[in-house]
């Protein structure tokens, strides 16, 4: 690839990642979620609908933190400008690999309505048109400022080891080792803002069978933030909780007048 040609590339990425449709999530796809020992962990970085969408490049400006965790380790993901897929990285070690990606801000306007009702209803936040009327926030014209969290677990070698909270904002966190541990009330997951458990917020939780076939559920966290989320041997599944929060600017003229950050979690369920 030339350097003009690459550069046009990474432009275009860099524009799709920061302007995606409403509702679309942001998650890491591992090309092998079982790796043996000493060889490379390989991973995608994706965005879409249903658990498909295409895979961006390794663009440091669209990242605040890209890291692959160990245990109490934790080693910058390194890569070329442009390098897809993003992740190509030796297994340090046998034992559950935890692959972190934070993106930058990014900011986008709402031009329709219906757009930003699509978005509050399908994420489940009851109260938003309610806050953004009593704002007195405009329905068109308004712009929103969002963060992705993103986390995926694979398993090098046995793949013995637990997930664990590693300094997100926001963070979906496995309570029990989906390659290792038996899971027959399905895989315990608590979700987090800052350190404050996510009570009664909304969990979704994409399915993806062997032959292709998605699954779309959804539920709601307990008090400590917790839900057990029911998994099948062979299965691929997807995470994804949304926080919406006020910016504290109610002049769309003077900057964004709500932030959202997204948290995902991917992980396979081996046969």
């Known amino acids: ?23 679309h999530e942001f998650w890491i796809e591992p090309q ?60 340090p070690a046998p034992g559950l690999a935890i692959i972190v990606h934070e993106t930058t801000d990014k900011r986008l306007t709402y031009t329709e309505w219906e757009t930003f009702v699509g978005f509050v209803t399908h994420k489940a936040f009851a109260d938003a048109l309610a ?9 068109t014209g308004f712009s929103e400022t969002y963060r992705r969290y993103a986390k995926a677990l694979v398993a090098v070698g ?42 009664g917020a909304q969990l979704e939780v994409f399915d993806r069978a062997p032959d292709g076939t998605l699954t779309l559920t959804r539920q709601t966290l307990d008090a400590e933030g917790r839900a057990d989320v029911p998994v099948r041997a062979g299965h691929t599944y997807l995470l994804d909780a949304v926080v919406l929060r006020d910016t504290g600017t109610d002049d769309p003229g003077q900057g964004a007048v709500w ?13």
């Open 32 to 91: 092998g979620w079982q790796v043996p020992a000493g060889t490379d962990i390989v991973a995608d970085i994706r965005v879409g609908q249903d658990f498909k969408g295409p895979e961006y490049s390794y663009f440091p400006p669209n990242f605040a933190r890209f890291e692959l965790v160990m245990g109490e380790t934790s080693t910058p993901v390194p890569g070329r400008l442009g390098d897809r897929p993003a992740m190509t990285m030796p297994a």
């Open 158 to 199: 046995g793949g013995a080891g637990a997930d664990r909270r590693v300094g997100l904002d926001t963070e979906i966190v496995a309570l029990a080792n989906p390659y290792t541990d038996p899971l027959p009330g399905g895989l315990p997951v608590q979700v987090f803002l800052g350190d404050t458990p996510r009570a």
């Open 1 to 23: 690839m030339t350097v003009l040609i690459r550069l046009a590339f990474l432009a275009l990425s860099a524009l799709a990642l920061g302007q995606p449709a409403r509702a």
């Open 131 to 139: 806050r953004h009327a009593a704002r007195g926030l405009p329905e």
């Open 259 to 271: 932030h959202s950050m997204w948290a995902s979690l991917t992980f396979h369920l081996p046969d």
